[in-house]
């Protein structure tokens, strides 16, 4: 009976110390204030894109902790906190690894662009020189002879004339199968006295002949005696 009381006692004393020591633990503000800031920190970071796994595992852990805070089981929710700041320091970590791959990513993929582009800019110089030369080429060897100027058909000579309307002498002495010169009118007078009587009256339809065997002198001094007469 003694035995019973005094194991009943003994039991009394170990309830009441745990309540005096659950009664005296400290909520972990300050540890839970920080577990938020490294968690936030993670988020802000973009812990929650680039490592979701590890960043959610922290900010569960926080979660928790924040429940048993309210449930006062400090020592659990000190615990949690320690999770919480673990698995966000790894999301943290995780995500500047990726942030780094993916900057050495984009600055492979703009060199190769940029190369890219340098190999089609001297691909298309290249078209175009061999266009450029291709058309030289075949404009060299195309190139059209020059036209053959025609020869100027000279009129044929006349030995003989026949008086158009309203001709002269001189108009007879300028046409280009006479003379083409109307100051050599004399040649064509002397040669024809027989049916000219007045260098100013021929008439239509006379047939007058063209002396071809005169020399320069003959031809000069027919030419002196028309400026001398001035008849026409």
């Known amino acids: 009976m003694l035995k019973t009381k005094s194991l009943k006692k003994h039991l009394l004393l170990l ?5 005096i020591l659950a009664g005296c633990a ?26 979701p796994n ?3 595992l922290a900010d569960e852990a926080l979660k928790k902790a924040e429940a048993l805070m309210q449930q006062r089981e400090y020592e659990s929710a000190s615990e949690s906190l320690q999770h919480a700041r673990h698995y966000s320091q790894k999301a943290l970590a995780l995500t500047v690894e990726r942030k780094k791959q993916l900057e050495q990513e984009r600055l492979a993929k703009l060199a190769e662009e940029k190369q890219l582009a340098e190999e ?6 290249l078209r175009k020189k061999q266009e450029r030369e291709a058309r030289e080429k075949a404009l ?11 020869e100027a ?15 002269n002498l001189m108009m007879i002495a300028a046409r280009e199968e006479v003379y083409e010169d109307g100051m050599l009118w004399p ?5 024809n006295r027989d049916q000219i009587k007045d260098p100013k009256e021929i008439f239509p339809g006379q047939e007058l002949v063209i002396p071809r065997d005169k020399s320069e002198e003959e031809i000069e001094a027919a030419r002196r005696e028309a400026e001398e007469l001035k008849l026409f």
């Open 153 to 167: 058909v000279k009129p044929k000579l006349l030995d003989k004339v026949v008086v158009g309307g309203a001709e």
């Open 120 to 125: 089609l800019r001297q691909a298309e110089l």
């Open 54 to 56: 590890v960043y959610l």
């Open 26 to 51: 400290k909520p972990p503000v300050a540890e839970l204030e920080d577990a938020r800031s490294v968690v936030a920190y993670a988020y802000a970071s973009g812990a929650s894109q680039h490592a």
């Open 187 to 191: 040649l064509i007078y002397k040669a």
């Open 15 to 19: 309830v009441v110390g745990l309540l």
């Open 140 to 150: 060299t060897e195309k190139k059209p002879e020059p036209p053959v100027e025609p």
